[in-house]
């Protein structure tokens, strides 16, 4: 029963690098998320996929594009890394989301630390 | 104003004792209302939801709401030291708003 499984679990970039973030859901969720946390400034949305097909922009998109590959998996990518993308990222799941929903229970995958020198 | 605002902390309370964990909004059309837990070093677990006003519990859980006042809080009774953690509230209106988080220590 793995839930949401992100990889990798660290990585460090040199700015200008690229890379992508991998998620993936076996709970036969709708919507899929990605957040971004700092310290002090908690969770903060980067982008979200209500359904299969479907991508909107969270609080903090600039920076970061997403796929969403299929209804389990969703992506996060950074084409160009820059110091301000060190976090910690967690992608997330729901059976439904999106503004008109409200019952938006999330299940966290594990994380993924990473690091932008 | 924040959004969501919570004290950061760090909130200790003996071991055994009510640990009460409180959380403000500013958005009067949210409806739903969320509380995760947060070890160090892990992702957010979510431990209780609340929908309407008054009070919702769910074994030493219990959380309290007030649209009137706009605020949500959380306390653990017969608080043990595996509930030091983070706690996260999350208000849902339009969108889902994480506040920061408040630390709580149970000593033992």
């Known amino acids: 029963n793995a839930g949401v499984t992100q990889t990798p679990k660290f990585q460090v970039l040199k700015t200008g690098q690229s890379m992508t973030l991998q998620c993936a859901q076996d709970m036969n969720h709708n919507s899929m998320y990605w957040y971004r946390q700092d310290p002090g400034m908690g969770l903060r949305l980067i982008y979200y996929?209500?359904?299969?097909?479907?991508?909107d922009k969270g609080e903090v998109p600039n920076g970061y594009n997403v796929s969403r590959l299929n209804k389990r998996e969703f992506s996060l990518r950074l084409e160009s890394a820059a110091p301000s993308q060190t976090s910690v990222y967690f992608c997330?799941?729901?059976?439904?989301?999106?503004?008109?929903?409200?019952?938006?229970?999330?299940?966290f995958g594990s994380g993924t630390q990473l690091s932008v020198l | 104003q924040k959004e969501v605002e919570q004290n950061s902390g760090p909130l200790s309370v003996p071991e055994g004792a009510i640990a009460s964990l409180n959380c403000t909004y500013s958005?009067?059309?949210?409806?739903?209302f969320f509380w995760y837990r947060q070890y160090s070093g892990k992702s957010p677990e979510l431990i209780m939801f609340?929908?309407?006003?008054g009070d919702k519990e769910d074994g030493r859980f219990t959380a309290q709401l007030n649209k009137a006042s706009q605020y949500v809080s959380l306390l653990i009774r017969d608080s043990q030291p595996s509930d030091s953690a983070t706690y996260l509230c999350?208000?849902?209106?339009?969108?889902?708003?994480f506040g920061t988080g408040t630390r709580l220590t149970i000593i033992p």
């Open positions: 999350a208000v849902k209106s339009e969108k889902l708003t």
């Open positions: 997330a799941s729901t059976e439904a989301g999106g503004p008109s929903t409200t019952n938006e229970k999330l299940f």
């Open positions: 958005d009067r059309g949210s409806q739903s």
């Open positions: 996929s209500a359904s299969e097909g479907t991508t």
């Open positions: 609340i929908y309407s006003n």
